[in-house]
Structures are given as structure tokens and as C-alpha cells.
């Protein structure tokens, strides 16, 4: 009777908002999301470390309620990666969990399990990044849920995803970066081979994790606007968004399986430029006065024709213009005497001096930079690209400055409303408002550790 009365509900919302992405409405502890483009969606997020929370903190800026489940023992491990702060919580930590409310309860006992069946019986969306077939094994799975909840979009990311004969490998980041083949093109070439010199070089970042999380954050906005779609003809409209690490990276490489499969073209690594692309790589200048001993580089983009045209008059260099260095297969015929002439001008010359003359001309430049510089930059300030947010009570906290969530759209206030909580901080909230626990019964699973 409770479940009929729970999908009536549902439907009649459904029905109601046919216009927009519907969902349950939220109740936020700071600001206003009615206006904003997720408004009144409820996510499960059910992930940790990077590409599940980076998925559901991008749903969260754009107005959906994100209920993120920890277990009451440490939470999640990202909360004490990296540096910490103050309080011991990872300042990282307090931007991927912006605008979320964090929700302790162990999955590993029943009673846990079942709680999370039943917010996930209110919810419109489940983000989970476990290893496939782990939350099958809680009794967690699309399957299970999805008799509670018909509606229900069920986001899962993993390293290869939830079939095929490698479904169950454990999915890191970097070995799916491996796997995709993005690793194999980044580094330095050997001449003789055209192979990698050495390891391959990896960003200092958990690229694959992040990308995984755009793609898993767009699949769900797909899922909701498909649900939409077949409510409102009356068909089945819950469904799986199935994201794979490698996968995800496989979608950033560009041309290099159609090369290959037509012209037997094999990617390898090209340093600091792009292969078949000329002239766009990483130029030294001199040294900065106030960091002598540190190499200065630059990047330019000229690989336009026309840009290309502007980059060598305004370096002197009028004689490597012409017909045969008209287009970009000319040019990259003569990658070596192009790169040399670019370098020898810029490293006789401060960076300072090579970007004035270069903007001047309208040739793309900028500097390689480090994180001091971006927060001194006059177009991040200017664009709000870094905000400060209130972290603790509001007598007894401070401001963390974090990256600002893109893209921005107008006529959004979408915003950060909060930094990432304290561990269990909306337990008690969530599991009275949405459940109708009372004190007695917290008090209960408070102390047989099922919730903290």
C-alpha cells in the first residue's frame, strides 16, 4: 500500500512538471535553487574519491539535491587526501563535496542497506563508482532499486565498465588512462623508434576520474531529459547510465583509430607539441628576475594559416613565409626549421617581452603558469573563476578559495551555497524529514554504529 501511495506521488509530480526535469523537491540548508536548471532532482551519491563525487558536485551546482551516503567510519577517503587543513579535513575535500549534504550510514549491515533503499526510493537518481557487482551484492543494484523505484536513473562508473570480459577489474584512473592509449602519446619521443623515451609522462592530475565524472554528470542530464520524454508516453522510464573510465578517455582521442584503421597510422608521443599540427609547443624565454634558476617557457598556438602568417613577420622571420609554408601539411614538412626559428627568437627574450610582441601581432600565447599566478590573474578575477567560500560555523570558520563549477549560463544564479560538510552533518535531517525516523530510532542506529 505504502509503495502504491509512494509511485502515485511520484507520477502526479511527474505529470506536474512534465515541462522541466522533474524530481523531488529539495530542501537546501543555505540558498535558493528553485530557478536552477536540476532544480527539485534528488541524487543518491552513493561514490567516493573522484569520479562519482565529481559527477554528483557538478549536478549539485546546477540545483539538484545531492545526498551524499558515507560510511561513519572516516567517510569518504578523499576528506583526508593531500594536504589538510585546520580541522583535518582536506581543504580538496571541501570543494568536491560543495552543495552536498552528507548523509553517514554504513552499507555493510543490513539495516544500512535498507535505509539507502529507502532514500533511494525517493531519489531520481543513484550515482555510485564501486566496482561492478559490489552494490548487486548489497542488494543495491538497478535491479533491486528499480522495483522500489521505476524511475529511478542509476549513473555507474567504473574502469571498463559493466560488461565485457574486463567488467569486473579493479577501475583506477591511471591504468585506464593506460588502457585508453592516452598514455602512450603523452611523453617524449624516441627519434629512432618514434616510440616513447622513457615512461610515459601522466598530467599530475586524476585526469581519467575527472573526465569519467563529465560524462557521467552529461549521461545523467540525458537520462533525465529521456525520462521526461517516456513519462509523459507512458513507458518505462528509468534507466542505467553505464560510464567506463577508458571509455571516457577513449572518447577525448581524437583521430587516432580512423588514422590508423585507414592509413595504418600509428599516435606516438611528441614532447611538448602536437603531432601533424605546426607550430603550436612549449617555447623557452629567459629566465624571470625574481625565479633566476627556474626555466620560463611559453606556449603558442599559430597553426591558423593566417596566424601563422603574423607569428613570423613579428619575430623577423619573413623568409619562412610563402607558398611553401602556406598551409599546415607544408609546414609540418618543415616542423624542424619552423620549431628552430621560433625558439632562437624567443629565448633571447624575457616572456614578458615575447608577450607583448606576440598579442600585439594576434597570435594565441600565454605563459606556463603555477597555481600562485592563476589566482592572481586579472581575467579569472574579473570572470569570478575562483570563489571564497565559509567553511565551519559562522562564528568559529574560515574561507577556502576554490575553482568556480562551469560552465556559466545565463540568467542561472547557480552558485556555491555551501562547502563540503562534515561527516554526517545532515544525517539526522535527511533520515527524520525523508524517512520519518524519530530521536529514539537514531538514537538506536547511532549506537549500533549503523549511522553517524
Known amino acids: 500500500m505504502a509503495l502504491a501511495l509512494l509511485r502515485s506521488r511520484r507520477n502526479a509530480t511527474i505529470s506536474h512538471l512534465a515541462s522541466r526535469l ?18 527539485g532532482v534528488r541524487v543518491l551519491e552513493l561514490g567516493q574519491l573522484i569520479a562519482g563525487p565529481f559527477c554528483g558536485q557538478l549536478l549539485g551546482h546546477f540545483g539538484a539535491e545531492i545526498i551524499k551516503v558515507e560510511p561513519p567510519s572516516g567517510g569518504d577517503p578523499l576528506r583526508v587526501w593531500r594536504e589538510l587543513d585546520v580541522d583535518g579535513v582536506s581543504p580538496w575535500f571541501r570543494s568536491l563535496g560543495r552543495n552536498k549534504k552528507s548523509v553517514a550510514i554504513d552499507l555493510r549491515s543490513d539495516e544500512g542497506r535498507e535505509l539507502v533503499k ?14 561492478p557487482g559490489t552494490l548487486e551484492k548489497w542488494g543495491l543494484g538497478p535491479s533491486a532499486l528499480h522495483l522500489l523505484n521505476p524511475s529511478l536513473i542509476f549513473t555507474r562508473v567504473s574502469g571498463y565498465g559493466q560488461t565485457g570480459p574486463w567488467s569486473s577489474r579493479p577501475g583506477y584512473a591511471s591504468v585506464c588512462e593506460a588502457e585508453s592509449g592516452f598514455r602512450y602519446i603523452n611523453g617524449f619521443v624516441d627519434p629512432e623508434t618514434n616510440s616513447l623515451s622513457g615512461p610515459p609522462v601522466r598530467p599530475n592530475i586524476s585526469l581519467g576520474d575527472s573526465v569519467a565524472g563529465l560524462h557521467a554528470a552529461f549521461g545523467t542530464a540525458l537520462a533525465l531529459l529521456s525520462r521526461q520524454k517516456k513519462s509523459s508516453q507512458g513507458k518505462k522510464s528509468g534507466q542505467t547510465v553505464d560510464v567506463s573510465i577508458m571509455e571516457s578517455m577513449l572518447n577525448l582521442m581524437e583521430g587516432i583509430i580512423p588514422e590508423y584503421d585507414r592509413k595504418g597510422k ?11 599540427i605546426v607550430p603550436t609547443n612549449a617555447y623557452p624565454c629567459l629566465p624571470s628576475p625574481s625565479t633566476p634558476s627556474c626555466p620560463t617557457y611559453i606556449i603558442i598556438g599559430a597553426n591558423g594559416d593566417t596566424l601563422y602568417a603574423r607569428l613570423m ?16 601539411h607544408h609546414r609540418v614538412a618543415r616542423q624542424a626549421e619552423i620549431e628552430e626559428a621560433i625558439s632562437s627568437w624567443t629565448s633571447a627574450r624575457p616572456a614578458e617581452e615575447v608577450l607583448a610582441v606576440l598579442e600585439k601581432a594576434g597570435v594565441p600565447v600565454g605563459r606556463v603558469v603555477g597555481v600562485k599566478e592563476i589566482m592572481e590573474n586579472e581575467q579569472v578575477k574579473a570572470r569570478g573563476a575562483v570563489e571564497d567560500v565559509w567553511v565551519g560555523k559562522e562564528d568559529s570558520g574560515w574561507n577556502v578559495k576554490m575553482p568556480g563549477v562551469f560552465p556559466i549560463l545565463e540568467g542561472s544564479e547557480a552558485k556555491t551555497r555551501w562547502a563540503g560538510p562534515d561527516l554526517g552533518e545532515h544525517t539526522d535531517d535527511v533520515l527524520i524529514n525523508e524517512l520519518g525516523l524519530d530521536a529514539n530510532e537514531l538514537a538506536r542506529l547511532r549506537r549500533d554504529g549503523i549511522i553517524g
Do not use: M
Open 22 to 39: 522533474v524530481g523531488t523537491k529539495s530542501t537546501e540548508p543555505t540558498g535558493n535553487t528553485d530557478e536552477l536548471p536540476l532544480s
Open 118 to 131: 529507502q532514500l533511494a526510493a525517493k531519489s531520481d537518481v543513484v550515482v555510485e563508482n564501486f566496482k
Open 266 to 276: 600509428v599516435r606516438g608521443p611528441s614532447g611538448s607539441s602536437v603531432t601533424g
Open 313 to 328: 613577420r613579428a619575430i623577423g622571420r619573413d623568409d619562412l613565409v610563402g607558398p611553401l609554408y602556406a598551409q599546415n
